[in-house]
């Protein structure tokens, strides 16, 4: 009886959203005069058509997995960190800045500039946390404006300090030396170095949320900050390390952004991935494990639709509609669950 | 109109707010609504004016019975409630919140608002400046703003939930002349107080709640004595009580003071000894937990000192009073003192001494297996404290305190338990202050504060009015203490 329940349960949560999104996506198909069953063969096709098609999922997985588990800690705690789109954005300056920097070998250049990512990503997010702990800006608010910072300061450096010789254009910085950009599987955009730091993150954010005191304190914090202080634990110092966690992953995200996949600094250096993983943690809640897979399918959407204007002559951002369409779903198929619930009691 | 209430219920969960409440309201009368806190007055008139449902029972206007599912409702209805705290717009100007709520025209008549606004207030005897920012305004003169937002509005029935908290003296007179006008004009008014002496000078008949049904109905003039036996219930006689050993002082206040927006706790001087136990007795917000949180560390003394075992804490952070050996257990249970969500286990983990980084998550459920056995908590390590009913909530928060208290501060200790509940609850505390822990509790039940404690201490609006031995006090007079009176 209990098993069916939670079952049904599960289907309520997963299943009925799911259809809804794609319902809603089929009509705005059909509106645009198009056969969704083509549309959709067509994203499959180009999400998991070929070996590089693969690879390329996986280069927008690793972004979002990261920025997800930095997430997974603010959203422990209670803490809504719109600013993890900067904190991505401040991890490629710094790795950046590190490659103009230091002329040094390969093996020390990359560690130093990822290194260099997560301080900077993590700086980014301490000033969300200040303005938050002592200036009372709403999270939101703050990282919201430090993400226009961040936009700026990255337009700033293309076009300014570290414009390419002779002129500076929107196409970015100049393309890193060989030795600091990260190696890959041959001929594809993917490497070992990106998927290893992606599976640390998965298995550091999982030990760290659920196997210790930090995580439960993060967790007593986000439920109730005033009880959690109550009983005694540190909020400011919490708060600040979940801020930092977060603003760290992401920062190595923007790292990887610009040592693997674009090898230079570039205007839309995140990609939005960071408020995409927002989404993704909305769906997911901190629940770790199922961030990584749920992430995977938002990267396949992402990659997928990429094929929609090559074949049918779609504009990609369908994609988009695909995601959002399922978050909202999702939520509202939450919402009405706990209503439910409450008129039941 | 004629309002009648007839078989009211209200539950909040398992308390029976109001339990077949049935009351009726003829024009031109100042009717008093009396008892307790908690008794369900307050939920009674909220029910009427809109801002509650209510469970089954039924409202009759002229003997019509009529649905009132908002305080919009309400309002057109001519029912009309002034709550607690007044829910008025501090931004605002004065004038700006007198017109909201109206109806007609789109269009933001600031003049003719003023002028309406002008006629209403020296009518009733008030006095502001509508050009004003309600922010600036006194909670007396904000209640009149409330006031004739509400007649201008068209309303016949009028209701003033605790209006004499937190104003002064002429604004109370003012108010009371205010209010005998309005009734004489044909209103209806309903007062709904704690206060005997609010009750016996202004309303010509009361009913009396005592844990949410009708106690009784009295027509003035009152006899004071039988006003605090129907809202208190039968009044005990001195009990004996054991004399426990009482060791060093371990808690000194030296014109201690604490402030908060609304309300200044005035200087208090107190030494309390090691195993002593105090009750503090007052009106729900009188300044009771603003003086259980300055002595918990929470709230910083605007002036005075606080000395814990002979140790100036005065400029001390809250985490210094915990390592000192201070506990605060506050009123809301599930609100402040546990975290929905988490379990027993969780909680224990959280809130010991000395758990490691990484998580023993066996270890910690056999120790919360044995306190639950040692604190008769009916409920598993696993289960969560939302789950629990008020009296394990309440030993459960009892089973994570330290093993050495020096203080412990809590606010309504046994609210909301049973009798089996509460007697656990106090045999819990009187373990505690056999090994040498003050205890500081504050309480609305009075028999309570008179049987457990040894000293009393009476607040009345901010100001601590009376230390007593509990041993000299009735439950009798402290009611009157309390009501206002007897002092």
């Known amino acids: ?345 | 109109m004629k309002v009648e209430l007839r078989a009211i219920r209200k539950a909040f969960g398992s308390v029976r707010a109001n339990d077949g409440v049935n009351l009726t309201l003829e024009e031109g009368h100042i009717y008093g609504l009396l008892g307790e806190n908690g008794a369900g007055k307050t939920t009674l008139m909220k029910i009427l004016s809109g801002f509650l449902s209510f469970d089954s029972g039924e409202i009759r206007f002229d003997d019509e019975v009529v649905a009132i599912r908002s305080p919009a409702e309400a309002l057109r209805h001519g029912v009309g409630m002034l709550q607690q705290d007044p829910l008025d717009f501090p931004a605002f100007s004065v004038v700006e919140n007198f017109l909201l709520g109206w109806r007609k025209g789109r269009r933001l008549d600031r003049r003719r608002g003023k002028d309406l606004l002008r006629k209403w207030a020296e009518g009733l005897g008030f006095d502001f400046d509508p050009d004003l920012p309600v922010s600036q305004l006194t909670v007396g003169e904000r209640q009149q703003l409330e006031i004739v937002r509400l007649l201008a509005l068209g309303v016949k029935v009028l209701i003033l939930d605790e209006p004499t908290t937190g104003i002064s003296l002429s604004q109370r007179e003012t108010l009371f002349r205010a209010l005998k006008a309005l009734a004489e004009g044909g209103k209806t008014v309903v007062l709904v107080s704690h206060k005997l002496q609010d009750i016996e000078e202004l309303c010509s008949r009361v009913t009396i709640l005592r844990k949410g049904k009708v106690v009784g109905e009295l027509a003035a003039p009152y006899r004071t004595e039988g006003l605090v036996e129907l809202m208190f219930g039968q009044i005990p006689s001195l009990v004996p009580r054991p004399q426990a050993a009482l060791g060093d002082p371990v808690l000194e206040l030296q014109d201690f003071c604490v402030e908060e927006k609304r309300l200044c706790l005035t200087a208090v001087t107190l030494s309390v000894r090691a195993g002593e136990v105090i009750g503090i007795a007052g009106v729900e917000g009188s300044g009771q937990r603003l003086f259980l949180q300055g002595c918990a560390g929470l709230r910083r003394p605007s002036s005075g000192r606080i000395f814990l075992k002979g140790i100036d804490m005065s400029a001390k952070p809250y985490g210094r009073f915990r390592s000192e050996g201070v506990a605060y257990l506050p009123a809301n249970r599930l609100e402040e003192g546990l975290i929905s969500g988490l379990t027993l286990t969780e909680h224990l983990l959280l809130s010991r001494k000395g758990s490691s980084f990484f998580l023993d998550r066996n270890e910690a459920r056999e120790e919360m297996t044995s306190r639950i056995r040692s604190f008769r908590i009916v409920g598993e390590p696993e289960t969560r404290v939302e789950f629990l009913s008020g009296g394990n909530q309440q030993r459960a928060l009892l089973s994570f305190l330290p093993d050495r208290l020096t203080l412990l501060l809590m606010e309504h200790p046994t609210r909301g338990l049973d009798i089996e509940s509460t007697r656990s609850v106090w045999t819990l505390l009187l373990k505690r202050r056999e090994e040498g822990t003050a205890i500081l509790f504050s309480s609305a039940d009075l028999d309570e504060i008179v049987e457990r404690s040894d000293r009393i201490l009476v607040f009345s609006g901010g100001r601590m009015s009376t230390i007593r031995r509990a041993e000299e006090t009735s439950a009798q007079q402290l009611g009157e203490m309390i009501g206002g009176r007897g002092l």
Not at chain 1, 13 to 21: E, K, W
Not at chain 1, 62 to 78: D, H, Q, R, S, Y
Not at chain 1, 111 to 130: M, T, Y
Not at chain 1, 259 to 287: D, K, M, Q
């Open chain 1, 1 to 345: 009886m209990r098993m069916e329940k939670v079952l049904a349960n599960r289907l309520l949560q997963l299943l009925l959203p799911f259809s809804l999104a794609l319902l809603f996506t089929s009509l705005v198909l059909l509106w645009a005069g198009a056969s969704p069953i083509e549309a959709y063969g067509n994203m499959l096709r180009g999400a998991f058509g070929s070996r590089e098609k693969w690879a390329d999922v996986l280069v927008a997985w690793v972004p979002l997995v990261l920025c997800g588990m930095g997430l997974a800690f603010t959203f422990t705690a209670g803490l809504w960190n719109i600013g993890i789109e900067g904190q991505m954005i401040l991890g490629a300056i710094g790795a950046t800045w590190v490659v103009r920097l230091l002329q040094l070998p390969s093996y020390l250049l990359l560690p130093a500039s990822i290194l260099s990512s997560l301080l900077a990503g993590a700086l980014w997010s301490l000033v969300a946390g200040i303005l938050r702990i002592y200036g009372k800006v709403h999270e939101i608010f703050a990282g919201l404006g430090l993400n226009f910072l961040a936009i700026g300061l990255t337009n700033y450096l293309i076009f300014g300090p570290w414009k390419q010789p002779g002129t500076a254009t929107m196409s970015g910085t100049e393309v890193f030396p060989s030795q600091a950009q990260l190696p890959n599987f041959g001929g594809l955009a993917l490497g070992p170095v990106e998927i290893g730091i992606a599976g640390m993150a998965i298995g550091l954010t999982a030990i760290l949320l659920r196997g210790t005191l930090f995580g439960l304190k993060l967790n007593a914090i986000g439920r109730n900050r005033h009880a959690a202080f109550l009983m005694g634990l540190r909020i400011d110092r919490n708060l600040f390390t979940a801020l930092a966690l977060a603003g760290g992953m992401a920062g190595i995200a923007g790292g990887i952004q610009a040592l693997g996949l674009f090898h230079r600094l570039i205007p839309s250096i995140s990609s939005g991935y960071g408020y995409l993983a927002i989404l993704v943690v909305l769906l997911t809640g901190s629940r770790v494990l199922w961030i990584a897979p749920v992430a995977f399918f938002f990267a396949a959407v992402i990659k997928g639709s990429l094929q929609l204007p090559i074949e049918m002559h779609l504009d990609s951002s369908l994609g988009g509609v695909l995601q959002g369409a399922l978050v909202l779903s999702v939520m509202l198929f939450r919402g009405l669950q706990s209503r439910m619930l409450k008129e039941k009691e």
